[in-house]
């Protein structure tokens, strides 16, 4: 299963909200995780099952979609949500993930 | 809390064995529905999910590298080992593993960055 993120890069300005939309090759139900990637730095679990907020994780962050559509959501942008965001789909092996949005604060 | 550790060679020669250890701690693999994958990153690229062993040793791997890898569990010291054979310069990158649940990997280790090169 495929999975294209969209856009690849974007730059946003502190308190901005902020969007990441990520397609599916075929239906998964809402089997998608979000992750984030400081450089340097194993990923962090965001979401999981396309809309659970996993422990710990600030609720600016927001997710939703089901089947080929899905879309990870960021209000009032902060410095510390610079870095590389990743879905990746948890329907069936092998499980994979999307080519990345680098997320750049201005 | 749970951890996990990678521990394993930075550097190996084309043609040998990559063998990986996961040390992990805060939970127990052998706890119904427990899981431990291994995933990679090649060096500016997205991530690649390599295998998986459950509680009941029951494994999935990626097919484009079934052949090649081999992931088991050592319950005694909380440990899952991954090992590569027939490594490639293509192989380099970075390896994490990561405990799994159903439907995501919640907690990883900080990743081991292994170059292959003669």
């Known amino acids: 299963i495929q999975l294209t993120q969209s856009p690849s890069f974007l730059s946003a300005s502190v308190g901005d909200r902020v969007t990441i939309t990520c397609r599916a090759s075929?239906?998964?139900?809402?089997?998608l995780a979000w992750y984030h990637q400081k450089p340097g730095k194993a990923p962090s679990l965001l979401i999981y099952?396309?809309?659970s907020l996993h422990n710990g994780v600030s609720s600016r962050f927001s997710a939703s979609g089901s089947a080929t559509e899905f879309t990870l959501k960021i209000s009032n942008l902060q410095p510390e949500d610079s870095g590389t965001y990743y879905c990746?789909?948890?329907?069936?092996?092998?499980?994979?993930f999307g080519g990345g949005t680098k997320v750049e604060i201005k | 809390q749970i951890t996990l550790k990678e521990s394993g060679p930075a550097l190996v020669k084309p043609t040998q064995t990559l063998t990986l250890t996961c040390t992990f701690s805060?939970?127990?693999?052998?706890?119904?529905?427990?899981?431990v994958a291994w995933l990679r990153q090649p060096p500016g690229e997205s991530l690649e999910w390599l295998a998986i062993?459950?509680?009941?040793?029951?494994?999935r791997y990626t097919p484009s590298l079934r052949s090649r890898l081999t992931i088991t569990k050592d319950t005694s010291r909380d440990q899952v080992v991954l090992t590569m054979t027939n490594v490639d310069p293509v192989d380099t990158g970075t390896y994490f593993c990561?405990?799994?649940?159903?439907?995501?990997?919640?907690?990883w280790g900080p990743g081991i960055l292994v170059t292959v090169s003669s």
């Open positions: 990561a405990h799994s649940g159903v439907s995501s990997h919640d907690y």
């Open positions: 805060g939970f127990s693999v052998t706890t119904t529905g427990a899981a």
């Open positions: 062993i459950y509680w009941n040793d029951d494994k």
């Open positions: 075929q239906g998964i139900n809402t089997y």
């Open positions: 099952a396309a809309s």
């Open positions: 990746q789909q948890t329907k069936s092996f092998p499980l994979t």
